[in-house]
């Protein structure tokens, strides 16, 4: 992890979609506001157990001990990036929350089929 990280992204290594967004984010957080863990890895099955996380959602943020899940994880991840991704997230931030958070989790429930 990250020394000056206070939020953690974790994201599942085995979902090709996952390992895109998260390259996505490594490449632009000039500031390495982010830690990258790998669900799959040993600090990322501890992190899971302590905040009693569900896998089948594929990432989540911690930020000082908040848990950030769906749609509010994307778009707070884009947020803390460049303008173009701040951009991003508030058009995201238009659409109704419920939405948003269906679409995530239609996306995390499918994403396997990208894995071929």
């Known amino acids: 992890m990250t020394k000056n990280s206070n939020k953690i992204l974790i994201y599942d290594g085995t979902c090709r979609v996952c390992i895109v967004a998260t390259a996505s984010v490594k490449k632009r957080d000039k500031k390495k506001q ?12 501890a992190l899971q157990a302590k ?4 896998a089948e959602k594929s990432a989540f943020v911690i ?8 749609s509010d994880m994307a778009l707070y991840v884009l947020e803390n990036l460049g303008w ?6 508030r058009t995201g931030r238009a659409v109704p929350k419920k939405a948003a958070d269906s679409i995530y989790s239609f ?3 499918h994403r396997n089929i990208f894995n071929r």
């Open 84 to 89: 173009f991704e701040k951009l991003v997230a």
């Open 51 to 54: 905040y009693n996380i569900n």
């Open 63 to 70: 930020e000082d001990g908040i848990l950030k899940e769906k």
């Open 107 to 109: 996306v995390a429930r």
């Open 34 to 45: 982010f830690a990258l863990i790998d669900m799959h890895s040993e600090e990322g099955q």
